[in-house]
Structures are given as C-alpha cells and as structure tokens.
Nanobody, 123 residues
Framework: VQLQASGGGLVQPGGSLRLSCAVS????????MGWFRQAPGKEREFVAA????????NVAEHVKGRFTISRDSAKNTVYLQMNSLKPEDTAVYYC?????????????????WGQGTQVTVSS
C-alpha cells in the first residue's frame, strides 16, 4: 500500500486547507485510513480516521468542529478539510492506513504511512 499526501502549505489564521491522500495498492483488508500530525518537539498525534466501508469517522476532540475527514472510493483518495485554522495547527500532517475493520486511533496500529505534508498557520 502506498500513500501520497498533498495539499499542505502556508495559510493565515482563520483560513482553510484541504489535504488529500491518494492511496494505491490497497486491498479489502486496508479498511481504515487516518490522519496524524506532528509539530516540532512534540509527539505525533491523532487527528481523524475513516473507514472505506460505511464511512465511519472519528475526529479528535482538539479539532472537532473545525476538521472533517472524508473519502472518495472511486478515486481511492481520503481528504482532510481543515477550517478555522489556528497557529497551533502548524505541523507535518501524515496520512496512514491500517489493515483493520473498525476505526482505530493509535499510530502504532497503523501499518502504512505517507511522506507527510507541511501545514503552517501564520500571519
């Protein structure tokens, strides 16, 4: 399974960005997709997850109401819509995939990782 994340960049506080994660080589076992982020000097943290089958989602409390995860099965792509961005959202964002049926949120349980895309929120 290969993951290609894109869509990061520099945005002002209050702005929006949409990250994309293009997935190739997945099988029916790879049912869970997730987004994580890591800021300088901090540990990687869970942001959101979604299942290909059924579209169940889980969004971390610290971004709930501002971030939305979605998927387009026809395009094999997962999105992270980020609105009302804050400087504390600045981080490298990673997409990940897991050979699991139900949603998981722990980074160690994900099997495949993309290369990350930088998001910088600054005026």
């Amino acid at each position: 399974v290969q993951l290609q994340a894109s869509g990061g960049g520099l945005v002002q506080p209050g702005g929006s960005l949409r990250l994309s994660c293009a997935v190739s080589g997945r099988t029916f076992r790879t049912n869970v997709m997730g987004w994580f982020r890591q800021a300088p000097g901090k540990e990687r943290e869970f942001v959101a997850a979604i299942t290909w089958s059924g579209g169940s989602t889980n969004v971390a409390e610290h971004v709930k109401g501002r971030f939305t995860i979605s998927r387009d099965s026809a395009k094999n792509t997962v999105y992270l819509q980020m609105n009302s961005l804050k400087p504390e959202d600045t981080a490298v964002y990673y997409c990940a995939a897991a050979d699991r049926v139900l949603i998981i949120t722990t980074s160690n349980d994900f099997h495949y990782w993309g290369q990350g895309t930088q998001v910088t929120v600054s005026s």
